[in-house]
Each structure stands twice: as C-alpha cells, then as structure tokens.
C-alpha cells in the first residue's frame, strides 16, 4: 500500500490492484493534420502533457503497475460512428475525411495511432472506444474486473473530454480514479483547470487529482 499526495485529500492504493489509464495520446490530437487541428485548435498546447505522461508510465511499467492505453476512433466503413458525430464541421474536416496522416480518426491509419513516446509496449492493452468514455462500448470494465483492479491513475487528453467522460464512468462503476493533473492537458487551459476542479469538488465527488511527481515517488517506493 503507498499514500499519495493528491486533492482534495490523500488517497491510499494497493499498487497491485490499480492500473494506469493513458487516455487518446494519438497523432490524431497531438499533431498537425489531426483531428484536433482540423476543429481549429492549437495542438501546441497538449505536448505540455507528454513528458508527465512519460514518467508517469515509465513508473508504471518498472513498479509493475497494470498500463492500459486508449484510442478514439471509428471503423472504415464509419459503421460505429453515430451519424450526429460525424456530421459536425466542414465535411472536408469531418471524421473519416482524408488528411496529411490518413483518414480522420478511423482505425489503421497513422493519425489514429498513439505518439511514438508513449507507444504501447507488447502486452498492454489498447482500447479502441468508438465515443468519449473508455467504457462505452468496449470491454475495458470486463479487463479491470477480472484483474481485481479497483483504482486508476487517469492521464491523457483531453482534460474535459475524453478524460472527464472516463472519470465520470468509472467512478459510477466504483472505480477510484487519480487524475494526473499535468499528464492531462486540453486545447483550452480554463477548460483544463475546470475540469480537474470539478472531479475533486464536493470532497472528490468523481475522484482525486495529484502530480505526475507525487504518482512516480509513490510508485517508486
Ligand atoms: C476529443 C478526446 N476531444 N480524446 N477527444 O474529441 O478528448
């Protein structure tokens, strides 16, 4: 059992039963021609959350903590994509549209593939997840449950989207969640700030949020 510094309060974690889960790090989001520029935003602003989110599973990986890692994306023939999704922006842009790394954020091309820095390593699940949440539609909670797994370090992008949904679900599942304020990051820094103050609102009302720093000491001792 290690104690880790973390808001609203410190939370104790059987390392054994917890995983770390790396949030949507593709291409698609965090270079240019993704998905996340074609939506015009900066992507500048989610390298901010590589580096933490390398210590952060270089830590995992040597303490022998369970790494799973998630993906956003669709099939090719768009058969999982609800139509209300795709057919937002201009259609040029929209999922599924050709751009300078593949087709939009469908499965198999190189914009949906997680950055090179944090690639999986063999044996580490990847979740594909067809929405936000990495529940919906996946077998994520079958994995955790037959693992015994009880509390997540949460890391990603992005802070309000895909990782929020994720807190949001698991926590409704009973999972403990640990955000890792500075492995998350979001096109938009007050969306970034909003969305951890409201997971460790209300006493922890979706979880906790710590530092990578406070994560790696805890998973190194
Ligand atoms: C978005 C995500 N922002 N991974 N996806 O569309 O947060």
Not at 120 to 127: F, K, N
Not at 178 to 202: N, R, T, W
Not at 206 to 211: A, D, E, Y
Request: glycine share 10%.
């Amino acid at each position: 059992m290690t104690t880790i510094a973390a808001e609203p309060q410190p939370i104790t974690v059987d390392l054994a039963r917890a995983a770390l889960v790396i949030i949507d790090m593709q291409r698609d989001f965090l270079e240019p021609g993704g998905f996340g520029e074609t939506l015009g935003n900066d992507i500048g602003l989610l390298k901010a959350a590589v580096g933490p989110c390398q210590a952060t599973l270089a830590a995992a990986r040597d303490a022998g903590v369970l790494v799973m890692h998630t993906r956003e994306g669709h099939r090719p023939d768009l058969s999982d994509a609800p139509k209300a999704k795709v057919e937002r922006g201009e259609p040029s842009l929209r999922i599924g549209a050709p751009g300078p790394m593949g087709r939009i954020l469908i499965r198999g091309e190189p914009g949906h593939d997680i950055i090179p820095e944090l690639a999986p390593l063999a044996g580490e699940p990847v979740i594909d997840k067809p929405g936000k949440g990495a529940f919906y539609q996946t077998d994520l909670e079958l994995m955790l449950r037959n693992r015994g797994i009880d509390t997540l370090f949460v890391c990603g992008v992005t802070t309000e989207v895909c990782v929020n949904t994720t807190v949001r679900e698991a926590n409704d599942r009973g999972y403990r969640c640990v955000v890792i304020a500075d492995a998350c990051a979001s096109y938009f820094p007050e969306f970034h700030a909003a969305g951890l103050a409201m997971i460790k609102a209300q006493g922890g009302i979706f979880g906790w949020v710590s530092q990578s720093s406070a994560v790696v000491e805890a998973m190194a001792a």
